[in-house]
């Protein structure tokens, strides 16, 4: 599944814990390209920064969907797609 938008937070430097296993990630939402008032909120994987600015156009690859059932939030970690995929 691809998520594709408009970038409108990025918060870099954050770290998490997956499997044991510690990782580095973006967070990032995004508003998407065909509902803008609709938004996703992903954490891109591995990266220090995804190298796009807010307001700019992004397309992330998700990897796994999680749901945090206490705050009924939906996330999305995924991995960067180059631009024009």
């Known amino acids: 599944m691809i998520r594709a938008g408009i970038l409108v937070v990025k918060e870099t430097g954050q770290k998490t814990t997956i499997q044991g296993e510690e990782h580095r990630y973006v967070r990032c939402v995004l508003a ?22 807010i307001g700019e156009p992004i397309q992330l690859q998700v990897q796994k969907v999680v749901t945090d059932r206490r705050s009924g939030v939906v996330r999305f ?9």
């Not at 998407?32 to 995804?50: G, I, M, W």
């Not at 970690?77 to 995929?85: K, S, W």
């Open 32 to 53: 998407d390209d065909t509902n803008p008032e609709r938004r996703f909120e992903c954490r891109v994987l591995d990266v220090d920064d995804v190298g796009v600015n």
């Open 77 to 85: 970690d995924c991995t960067l797609l180059p631009p024009g995929d």
